[in-house]
């Protein structure tokens, strides 16, 4: 069973956020979805590189990247657990990707057509892995 690991650049600045993302961080855990913080003083290459060096698939978050809802994405999650190889979730900086750099990754997930600021990006990503998480155990934490 693999391991989904969502990467950050950078640990929250706003308290609100980041206590939130612990929250389901801590939930997340047993159920093989691990948070990883990257140092917010790499640059945006630094950075890219260390993501590129992950064993597995890395998918970038971007606003230009496959839609899904709820459902569609829990079963998404569902087959990254059963792969072999660990699922990479990348979040990335203030600033956005550069162009360049996503676009030669074709694995891109886009949270919504709207723009939000990346820690509430962050924030409603771990949201919808737990909401996944609990789909997929067949709980009532998704009422639609």
Same mark, same amino acid.
């Given at each position: /069973?693999? $391991?989904?690991?969502?990467?950050?650049?950078?640990?929250?600045?706003?308290?609100?956020?980041?206590e =939130?993302?612990d929250m389901?961080?801590? $939930?997340? $855990?047993?159920?093989?979805?691990?948070?990883?913080?990257?140092?917010?003083k790499?640059?945006?290459?630094?950075?890219?590189?260390?993501?590129?060096?992950?064993?597995?698939?890395?998918?970038?978050l971007?606003?230009?990247?496959? /839609?899904?809802?709820?459902?569609?994405?829990?079963?998404?999650?569902?087959?990254?657990? /059963?792969?072999?190889?660990?699922?990479?979730?990348?979040?990335?900086?203030?600033?956005?990707?550069?162009?360049?750099?996503?676009?030669?990754?074709?694995?891109?997930?886009?949270?919504?057509? =709207?723009?939000?600021?990346?820690?509430?990006a962050?924030?409603?990503?771990?949201e919808?892995l737990?909401?996944?998480?609990?789909? =997929? $155990?067949?709980?009532?934490?998704?009422?639609?």
């Amino acid at each position: /069973m693999a $391991r989904v690991t969502v990467h950050f650049h950078g640990i929250p600045r706003e308290k609100a956020h980041r206590e =939130l993302i612990d929250m389901y961080a801590k $939930r997340l $855990r047993k159920r093989g979805v691990k948070i990883e913080y990257h140092s917010d003083k790499l640059s945006m290459n630094a950075y890219v590189e260390q993501l590129d060096k992950l064993k597995g698939t890395l998918i970038f978050l971007d606003e230009g990247g496959e /839609m899904m809802n709820s459902m569609e994405f829990s079963k998404r999650v569902g087959l990254w657990k /059963m792969e072999a190889d660990e699922t990479h979730l990348a979040i990335g900086p203030a600033d956005g990707w550069p162009k360049a750099d996503v676009s030669v990754h074709r694995n891109r997930l886009s949270l919504s057509p =709207l723009t939000f600021p990346h820690e509430m990006a962050s924030s409603m990503l771990v949201e919808q892995l737990y909401r996944a998480t609990e789909i =997929l $155990r067949g709980s009532e934490y998704h009422k639609a």
